[in-house]
C-alpha cells in the first residue's frame, strides 16, 4: 500500500496547477497541436461524475473560421480573446447523456432509466457534471503545459445554434487554451481566508 505521503504532488506542480496560475486576457503566437489536446483529454477524462455519466462535450474551436463564428457571439472583449488564442474549447453537457450509461455504467442498468424518467433529475445532473469536468479540463491543461482563458461572457443560444445544434447539448462556458502572455495579466486579486468561507462541524 502506498504511503499517502509520498503521494503528494511537488509543491512546483501546485503552482503551476493553482497557486501561479492565472485566468489568461492575451496569448503568445505558438501553436497548439492535436496532441497536446488529446494529451488534455486523456488526463481530464478519470474525473469522476455521478454514476461515470460524463455528460462534458467538447469542440475545440481551432480554425480562423470557426473562431470567426464563435467571436461574432462573444462579448467585444472576449471576441478579441478567441481570435487570438490558438484554441478556444466550446464546453457543453448532454441532455442525454445517461444513453451512454449501458456502456459506462454496465453493472447497474437501472440506472439509464432513472434518468431517462426525470428530466429534472437528468437536466441537473448534466449541468453539474458537466460544470465540474469543466473544472477537470483546466486543472488538466494547466498539468499539460497550457494556460488556460475561461469565459462566461457569450451569447449561449447562440453558440449552440453553431457548435451544438439540435437542443441536445448545452454549452456552458468556453475556455481559450494555449501560452499566455504575461503582458495580459491583471493584478492577483485576493481570495477569502479559510474561516470566511468554512466550517468545521
Known amino acids: 500500500m ?3 505521503a509520498s503521494r503528494l504532488l511537488e509543491s ?3 503552482d503551476i496547477i493553482f497557486r501561479e496560475a492565472r485566468s489568461q486576457n492575451k496569448w503568445l503566437d505558438r501553436d497548439v497541436s492535436d496532441e497536446q489536446l488529446h494529451d488534455l483529454y486523456d488526463l ?6 455521478s454514476a461515470n455519466g460524463f455528460p462534458v462535450r467538447i469542440v475545440f474551436v481551432r480554425s480562423a473560421e470557426q473562431k ?3 467571436a461574432s457571439v462573444a462579448m467585444d472583449s472576449n471576441a478579441s480573446k478567441i481570435r487570438q488564442a490558438p484554441v ?4 457543453g453537457y448532454d441532455l442525454r447523456f445517461f444513453e451512454r450509461l449501458p456502456t459506462l455504467f454496465a453493472h447497474d442498468p437501472s ?3 432513472l434518468f431517462e424518467n426525470s428530466k429534472e433529475l437528468a437536466e441537473i445532473t448534466a449541468f453539474r457534471n458537466g460544470t465540474l469536468q469543466g473544472a477537470y479540463f483546466m486543472i488538466a491543461a494547466r498539468s499539460v503545459g497550457l494556460d488556460c482563458g475561461p469565459m462566461s ?6 453558440v449552440d445554434e453553431l457548435f451544438f445544434p439540435g437542443g441536445r447539448i448545452i454549452s456552458n462556458f468556453i475556455c481559450s487554451i494555449g501560452y499566455g502572455d504575461p ?4 493584478e492577483r486579486l485576493p481570495r477569502p481566508s479559510f474561516d470566511d468561507v468554512c466550517l468545521i462541524v
Open 153 to 158: 461572457g457569450f451569447d449561449n443560444a447562440g
Open 2 to 4: 502506498t504511503d499517502s
Open 44 to 49: 481530464m477524462k478519470w474525473g469522476p461524475t
Open 12 to 14: 512546483d506542480a501546485l
Open 88 to 91: 478556444t474549447a466550446v464546453l
Open 68 to 70: 470567426e463564428k464563435l
Open 111 to 113: 440506472m439509464e432509466k
Open 183 to 186: 503582458d495580459g495579466l491583471f
